[in-house]
């Protein structure tokens, strides 16, 4: 499915700022950790891994990976990108209308990760559509990027990081990438995805008219 006018072209937002040496390890770890999830997952199914099979294979102790992972669903769901959305976030043109912003933010950080890890995204996408948890722990988890991203709009805006506008804001654009990433998992994954999250920014920005 093509994408639609409003869509950006889109590109990599940008590198996540230069790590120390004790967070680029901590880093590996959590990449190791899930990295073996997804693998055990796709060969056993995501009820028959358990957190100790997930643990030998990433040649880590169960605690580590409850360090990392405080539950067994945020192994498939957690990544690195809120510190990527929020760098590109805050480097957008300063006069940028705030959906605009997060526009491109929200599908150049897809396409990037879509060039380096599909396979991931649509096997997450998957255990999202096939896993009533994951569902339920999504929602709880999306609340984390939503602070990353209300912090930055706001202070973009010169409102106040708990603005009620700004948290609104943020949660009808989080809420709609949800239900777009659903759909795209529901429908077979076929549709271009980025194509189909520009298809939805317009609806937002359209005032919701159907």
């Not at 639609?4 to 967070?23: D, F, H």
């Amino acid at each position: 499915m093509a994408a639609t006018s409003r869509t950006p072209s889109v590109s990599a937002p940008g590198t996540q700022p230069q790590l120390g040496l004790r967070e680029r390890k901590k880093l590996r770890t959590r990449i190791a950790i899930r990295q073996a999830a997804y693998r055990l997952i796709a060969e056993r199914g995501y009820d028959a891994t358990t957190v100790e099979q997930i643990a030998a294979a990433a040649d880590v102790s169960p605690s580590t990976v409850f360090r990392y992972f405080p539950a067994k669903q945020d192994i498939v769901l957690t990544d690195e990108y809120d510190r990527v959305l929020e760098a590109a976030l805050r480097r957008r043109p300063a006069g940028e209308p705030p959906l605009e912003s997060l526009r491109h933010v929200l599908t150049g950080t897809l396409a990037a990760f879509l060039a380096t890890g599909e396979e991931e995204l649509r096997q997450r996408t998957r255990l999202m559509v096939q896993v009533p948890a994951i569902r339920v722990r999504m929602a709880e988890s999306m609340s984390g990027t939503a602070e990353v991203l209300a912090g930055a709009l706001a202070a973009r805006s010169g409102r106040a990081p708990g603005d009620l506008a700004v948290r609104v804001f943020v949660a009808a654009v989080l809420g709609t990438l949800r239900e777009v990433t659903l759909y795209w998992g529901e429908h077979g994954q076929e549709d271009d995805l980025v194509a189909l999250i520009g298809q939805a920014l317009d609806t937002l920005e359209d005032g919701l008219r159907l």
